[in-house]
């Protein structure tokens, strides 16, 4: 068998292995955090009986080695089971708003990734002078702003001076793919200017390194075009590198981009998970964490995997 | 009526000025504050328009949040279900009760025994009659030995309910003279057979049906063409959108994608004010901030050091600093104007740093720092509200110093359980609720820990008491036990403030709770 699709099983199996891992140091985070989730639904209207009926009632006098294995059965036979705090089926809950996660994420990836690697290129060809102070200052400038903050200039700018695009930016079943953009426009230009930054710097650097090398100045003398250069000789063989980066900002328009969906109230997973653990509700947590970690792995050992096609190296090891 | 009353009324109509500024300037021409208020109530009320589709904006909703009424402890879920339910009577602004599922409500002359006959032709939006059956039936639910209901400790007086034809009986084990008041309470909303098989349904006999909802985004609602009440329900579609950020909120009001929003900032409400097609509306209710001492813990188990630190808060400088001047001053029992049977004769307690030094010496408080322990869930500007009694107290010369816990867990870690804390309380609709929650010394959240044997005879005598003056007496009696032995330290009553656009039309505000009770979306509706 060849030993790419060999090292794929075997990180996929890792990834598997580490996936059960994250379950585990999931249920142990939560056990640890004070309260359980009767408090935290009763809250300060908690009396006695009521935490009693309702500790009773949603089985948390179990011990808690009996409800991890009780969940672990359910769970790898694809049953994720009910919220502990709203009896709602988290499969299909989790499936709605899996799909507003990744609908962001995508628009926002859409846009800044090419966009951020033609920035980097713009500015390894212009090295040094001014078209590559200004991207890395601008974009640089972007990255500090925290994205709450981004988000209320934004708000501010494009809701109240320019009155064009909504706060609000919940999305719903039956809304047409046009309304969906819509409405997702502003936090989309917030995740576009908060991720541009780290993307473009590695592609800029990463070029540059490959640029001193001395096939680079063969191609110069051949005649080539600096751009022609850029694209032909210096970016393939700085891809490696380049998609590593993309992968994790990729990863984290998925999984981390909650501040976001608070800020303009967009109903995906990153509320539905900390609404949850605030709520101690278990089952949930459990399930929108194995998803982020699942989302990690993946595009992780994507990255990696791209990074040994690209290089001939690792390709044909001895 | 004269030129300048026909304007008002012209100006009422046309929905540019609130029921508030309207009564006061009828005052101002002669008229009667309740005559003033009803006219315009009629006046606006004729103007309603129907159609339309009506949204409030409301910070506290959770993907966690579930339509069981007994369950309801945020905004959302209860202006959600206010929507789609109905209680049997519903608490009026001044503190009147107005009948809803129940058409009459009698007592014995005891006020042990109370009758509340059932409106007749209701239905629930599943096409079932509203009977006296299911409304026991839901009492049951909240009350029996198995309840998970935040009602459970209000109604568990209750010793005998029975259902018969269309009259409820309920039958108490002591008199209480405002059992009523209990009954509008926002969990005891009627439900079918009482919720029990399905308390989450979202199926009631309010105005609105439940369509969609989606827990911690929106809840989708439409018109209840069958609903009983002609004053009710004029938009077609009501949606409750949950949005916790209080900037994206007040921005989602000023470009117009919601009509009404709850807990506008103080800090901002004047500047809002001024906003294009933003009106803001105040209730004064009996909502109130709090620090709460233990008075069984140390060093507050010590009337005298109480007392300093009661005396070492600057009231006044709250009010304006924490609530933007949205508010008024406590007197360190949690009771205000809002209640009917206000004793406003009771001195106003001010910061008086040499009286504090005075009772800070005489407990003999060994000088180790006082330790106030706050979260900013406590309460909006709470931490800020304990810094500056840090400062006022150390002014006095009290050592008191804060610790800053998290906001996750604060209510089931520190309140109740620290010895000096911060916290709120909502306010209740009568002074006896409000008592018996938190002041009565088996009351399962004295929060205070306080115990005095003649406050709670008193408050059970007042309970049924008949006589408005002699229950008067009484209240001023606990009012004043509390306020100089109590472990409760009250210095501001917080004012509703919320904002609505200029085209919703009917709004009055109701001090009883957000969103006029819950009710804005219900009572409202849009002008063209």
């Not at chain 1, 473009?200 to 490959?210: E, G, S």
């Not at chain 2, 409820?168 to 029990?196: E, S």
């Not at chain 2, 009337?303 to 406590?330: C, F, H, Q, T, Y």
Request: hydrophobic content about 50%; aromatic content about 8%; glycine content about 8%.
């Amino acid at each position: 068998m060849h030993p790419l699709i060999i090292l794929v099983v075997q990180r996929i199996a890792l990834g598997l292995i580490l996936l059960l891992a994250v379950s585990v140091l999931i249920f142990l985070g939560v056990e640890a955090l004070p309260g359980d989730t009767a408090q935290q639904i009763l809250g300060q209207g908690a009396t006695p009986e009521t935490l009693a009926n309702m500790r009773e009632s949603l089985g948390l006098n179990e011990p808690a080695l009996t409800r991890y294995f009780s969940w672990l059965g359910h769970a790898l036979t694809g049953d994720f089971g009910k919220a502990l705090t709203n009896k709602m089926d988290i499969a299909q809950a989790i499936g709605q708003r899996l799909g507003n996660t990744l609908f962001l994420a995508a628009c926002a990836g859409v846009i800044a990734v090419p966009f951020a690697i033609g920035l980097g290129l713009l500015a390894a060809r212009h090295n040094g002078r001014w078209p590559d102070k200004l991207i890395s200052g601008v974009t640089l400038a972007t990255i500090s702003l925290p994205e709450f903050v981004a988000a209320y200039f934004v708000i501010y700018l494009l809701t109240q001076v320019i009155p064009i695009l909504q706060p609000v930016s919940m999305v719903f079943p039956g809304m047409t793919f046009l309304e969906r953009l819509h409405a997702v426009a502003l936090p989309v230009i917030v995740l576009v200017m908060v991720v541009l930054a780290h993307m473009m710097r590695m592609t800029r650097a990463a070029i540059l390194n490959v640029m001193q090398s001395p096939y680079i100045e063969t191609a110069e003398l051949k005649g080539l075009s600096p751009m022609q250069v850029i694209w032909r000789h210096a970016l393939p063989n700085a891809v490696a590198p380049i998609v590593s980066v993309v992968v994790i900002n990729l990863a984290y328009l998925v999984v981390g981009v909650v501040v976001v969906e608070v800020v303009f109230s967009y109903n995906a997973l990153g509320q539905y998970l900390v609404d949850h653990v605030s709520k101690r509700d278990l089952p949930v947590v459990q399930a929108v964490g194995l998803i982020f970690a699942a989302v990690y792995i993946g595009l992780n050992i994507f990255a990696d995997v791209v990074g040994i096609v690209a290089n001939p190296r690792l390709r044909h090891p001895k | 009526m004269s030129d300048q009353m026909k304007d008002l009324v012209r100006l009422a109509a046309s929905g540019k000025i609130n029921r508030r500024a309207f009564v006061g300037r009828m005052g101002a021409l002669g008229l009667s504050a309740s005559v003033a208020g009803s006219m315009f109530g009629m006046v606006a009320q004729a103007q309603a328009k129907k159609g339309g589709v009506l949204r409030a904006g409301v910070q506290g909703g959770q993907s966690t949040d579930s339509l069981d009424p007994a369950l309801a402890a945020s905004d959302v879920p209860f202006m959600i279900n206010m929507t789609w339910g109905e209680t049997l009577v519903e608490l009026e602004p001044g503190g009147v009760l107005s009948m809803r599922v129940a058409e009459e409500v009698t007592s014995n002359a005891d006020a042990t025994e109370w009758k509340f006959k059932i409106r007749a032709g209701m239905t629930f939006h599943n096409g079932a009659p509203v009977t006296a059956e299911d409304v026991v039936a839901t009492l049951k639910r909240h009350t029996d030995d198995k309840a998970q209901s935040g009602a459970q400790g209000l109604v568990k007086g209750i010793a005998e309910m029975t259902a018969e034809g269309d009259t409820v009986t309920l039958k108490l084990a002591a008199a209480n003279a405002d059992l009523p008041f209990l009954m509008a309470d926002y969990h005891l909303i009627i439900q079918p057979g009482g919720g029990v098989d399905n308390p989450a349904a979202g199926i009631g006999c309010g105005a609105y049906i439940v369509k969609e909802f989606e827990p911690g985004v929106r809840c989708v609602m439409e018109k209840n063409p069958t609903y009983w009440d002609t004053s009710r329900g004029f938009a077609d579609t009501v949606e409750v959108l949950s949005i916790n950020d209080n900037t994206a909120r007040t921005a989602a009001i000023t470009a117009g994608q919601i009509h009404m929003m709850t807990r506008v900032d103080p800090k901002i409400a004047e500047m809002l004010a001024g906003a294009e097609g933003v009106v803001i509306e105040r209730a004064a209710g009996p909502g109130h901030y709090v620090f709460i001492m233990q008075c069984t813990q140390a060093p507050f188990d010590n009337n005298d050091l109480r007392m300093a630190l009661k005396l070492a808060i600057k009231r006044d400088e709250m009010v304006e600093k924490i609530l933007g001047g949205m508010g008024s001053v406590g007197n360190d029992f949690p009771i205000n104007a809002a209640y009917p049977l206000f004793d406003d004769a009771i001195p106003q307690r001010a910061f008086d740093a040499a009286k504090a030094a005075e009772h800070y010496k005489a407990s003999g408080h060994d000088g180790s720092p006082i330790v106030l322990q706050v979260a900013p869930a406590a309460f909006p500007g709470a931490v800020d509200a304990a810094n500056l009694f840090v400062a006022s107290a150390n002014e006095a010369g009290i050592p008191l110093t804060i610790k800053l816990e998290p906001d996750d867990g604060y209510w089931s870690n520190v309140w109740n359980v620290a010895p000096f804390c911060a916290s709120y309380w909502g306010g209740r609709p009568v002074q006896d609720q409000m008592y018996s929650t938190a002041y009565l010394s088996t009351a399962d959240w004295n929060d205070t820990k306080f115990v005095d044997a003649h406050f709670d005879e008193l408050m059970l005598a007042a309970r049924g008491e008949l006589d408005p003056v002699k229950r008067k007496a009484q209240y001023s009696e606990m009012a004043n036990i509390l306020r100089d032995t109590g472990g409760l330290i009250c210095p501001m009553f917080n004012d509703w403030v919320e904002g609505r656009r200029a085209e919703v039309g009917g709004w009055v505000a109701n001090p009883a709770g957000t969103l006029m009770d819950g009710k804005a979306l219900v009572k409202c509706w849009l002008e063209a």
